[in-house]
């Protein structure tokens, strides 16, 4: 299955930058939807960037329509995060396996 890079950025109309990410309004159900794409294998990494603002996020699936179609039913989608890039990365050095 191929790999893509997603860089997601925290904004939009209820994202409150005063608060941290797990003080936000809808928090428990956007980490629930979010560790079942971990369980099912979507996410394979993922976190935030030093800016603050963005996170990045190693997804397998087989397009990128799959995974917009996937992210916009994140309960947290167009309220608190928009997806920016969706990227084919071609992984060459995986230490997962090692």
Do not use: C, K, N, Y
């Not at 629930?32 to 394979?44: C, K, Q, R, Y």
């Not at 976190?47 to 309960?75: K, Q």
């Amino acid at each position: 299955m191929p790999m893509f890079l997603v860089t997601i950025h925290r904004s939009g109309p209820e994202w409150d930058p005063s608060s941290p990410m797990e003080e936000q309004s809808g928090w428990t159900e956007h980490a629930a939807f979010m560790d079942g794409l971990v369980e099912d294998g979507f996410i394979v990494l993922g976190g935030p960037l030093s800016d603050g603002t963005r996170v990045a996020h190693a997804v397998e699936a087989e397009s990128e329509e799959e995974i917009r179609a996937t992210l916009a039913r994140d309960p947290w989608s167009e309220t608190h995060l928009r997806v920016d890039s969706v990227e084919p990365w071609e992984i060459r050095l995986d230490g997962r396996s090692a």
